[in-house]
Nanobody
Framework: QVQLVESGGGLVQAGASLRLSCEAS????????MGWFRQVPGKEREFVASVSWNGGWIDYENSVKGRFTISRDNAKNTVYLEMNSLKPEDTAVYYCVARRIRVNEYEYWGQGTQVTVSS
């Protein structure tokens, strides 16, 4: 059974940093794109960042460029999201995703981790 398990979320003040991790099990994703989405209650899920299998291609949603950094460790089957200079509008449930089918559509999704940024 394939599982993506996120960790690292929490409650922080504006300007702080958090590092999210997502460890995959059940299959390797070393040849697949992995990434992160986020969702606020009542709103659609929003793309945050993605990284290709070898890290050679990385994409970010405009509002997080320069503040968030995505990376991966294929030996650990893990993807990370380093979030700096957090803002209250970054508050959301963050979901790890793996194996992109098409733009913004992924086959595997984690259960999500809550990130709350207070002002």
């Amino acid at each position: 059974q394939v599982q993506l398990v996120e960790s690292g979320g929490g409650l922080v003040q504006a300007g702080a940093s958090l590092r999210l991790s997502c460890e995959a099990s059940g299959r390797t994703f070393s040849t697949d794109t992995m990434g992160w989405f986020r969702q606020v209650p009542g709103k659609e899920r929003e793309f945050v960042a993605s990284v290709s299998w070898n890290g050679g291609w990385i994409d970010y949603e405009n509002s997080v460029k320069g503040r968030f950094t995505i990376s991966r460790d294929n030996a650990k089957n893990t993807v990370y999201l380093e979030m700096n200079s957090l803002k209250p509008e970054d508050t959301a449930v963050y979901y790890c995703v793996a194996r992109r089918i098409r733009v913004n559509e992924y086959e595997y999704w984690g259960q999500g981790t809550q990130v709350t940024v207070s002002s």
